[in-house]
């Protein structure tokens, strides 16, 4: 079904389709890690893209990470993220889009991060998120189990649909 | 890729799928209304499934809600939900799996609903699945806007896949 996309979120076009592509992760209580993402981000026609992601690990293969949700245009060029985690963790996030000449940089503050019972404790993620052309970067870092807020993710993606 | 189901959600195996049908909303803040709705359940390997589901209006065909994240199996049936909406807000409950002759029960009390600085107040979701053979059904009960915790949703959805 081809349908417009909702006004308030038309400033976040750059982000819709899907990305494939290489990061690497790190964080003090962790060794290094290198993955291989998918990204998708879609919508239709309502005032949010959705968004979900899968990483596997380029060491091993295997399925990583994963995440699912929605950014939220809230009018202006703000966005709000809520983002469903399967390691137990909800993240809340607004930010601001900044258009650029060939894409978008998109800065996400935390708001908040909810727990389940047995999920690790994070209690911070912001995210950066630039679109130049058919290239996605993005950058994460996190205050968790203790250590400061600090960079934990790093990834660029291409474009493949 | 076909993979086998983690142990820990070996007993949501009943929920994997695609699944299709109807259901009907109602609250005192609103007009009752009806929906179609498709929901997926999968899953890579992992102790989690993931979830996702839209709706479109009976009475006008557009897109409603919409829901994505993850049912994650913590062990002896006991099994957490993380879930994003595209409202704002993010429901954490917890719960336990009962399994019956045709399938299963799955009770999710709420944990948490963390919202963005837009979202509508909504304070506690509780939701029941019950699988039986090729029939899933769901109920929601809400605390949301000042009104008192009740009966929001219920769905009656076949399988499709």
Redesign the interface.
Known sequence: MAVELHPDVAVLAPLLGTWAGTGAGSYPTIEPFRYREEVTFGH???P?L?Y?Q?TVRLDTG??AH?E???L?G?GRNRV?L???????????A?GEVTVTEAGLVLRLAS?????????KEVTRVDRTIAVEGDVLRYELAMAAVGQQHQHHLAAELQRTA
Chains 1, 2 share one sequence.
């Open positions: 239709a026609g309502k949010f959705a979900r899968a295997l399925p994963a699912a949700g929605y939220r809230t709000e809520v983002l469903a985690h399967p390691t137990g963790i909800a993240e809340l607004e708001v908040a991060v909810a727990r389940t019972a047995t999920a």
